[in-house]
């Protein structure tokens, strides 16, 4: 069965620092991207942040320069959360792009940020 598990949400004061971890069991092949997203009440889930088999990321505005993603290897990634903001609370979702089986999601995990 393929998961994927989210760890590492909590609660913090805004500037401080959390990491999100993303494991990734039960698949036959690796993904070819993973991603972060999050969703903030009342708010629709936007694209926070992806890396590529390659390497390659991309994240949105509204973090660049305050979050990392990365890939310890293939079924880990990590999303590394500083300069926290209230703005960012929300529940943060891992995905996965899966060759042969498509999109999958985990349970989310829930990042709240204190002013």
């Known amino acids: 069965q393929v998961q994927l598990v989210e760890s590492g949400g909590g609660l913090v004061q805004a500037g401080g620092s959390l990491r999100l971890s993303c494991a990734a069991s039960g698949i036959i092949f690796n993904p070819r991207a993973m991603a972060w997203y999050r969703q903030a009440l009342g708010k629709q889930r936007e694209l926070v942040a992806t890396?590529?088999?390659?390497?390659?990321t991309n994240y949105a505005d509204s973090v660049k320069g305050r979050f990392t993603i990365s890939r310890v290897n293939a079924k880990m990634v990590y999303l590394q959360m500083n300069s926290l903001k209230p703005e960012d609370t929300a529940v943060y979702y891992c995905?996965?792009?899966?060759?042969?089986?498509?999109?999958?999601w985990g349970q989310g995990t829930q990042v709240t940020v204190s002013s």
């Open positions: 995905n996965a792009d899966l060759p042969s089986y498509g999109t999958k």
């Open positions: 890396i590529t088999n390659s390497g390659r």
